[in-house]
């Protein structure tokens, strides 16, 4: 899954997406791209709940 986040701008944004994705999914791959300000994940948790475990770590965020 791909997603855009806007507003990640830093190593603590991309932390914090982390920190939120792989609380719901600890088997979660998450990789982040901060020129891009993409979000990759691989999951078995659906697209729209890594959506909301962003969202909850603070960050709005489309898919891609």
Sequence with gaps: MKFHVPKMS???????????????DPTAEVTTELETRNVLVTS????????????DAGYEATAA
Excluded: E, N, S, Y
């Excluded at 078995?44 to 969202?55: E, K, M, T, W, Y």
């Design 10 to 24: 830093c190593g603590h944004c991309t932390a914090a997406i982390q920190k939120g994705i792989k609380a719901k």
């Design 44 to 55: 078995r948790l659906a697209q729209a709940d890594v959506q909301q475990a962003i969202l």
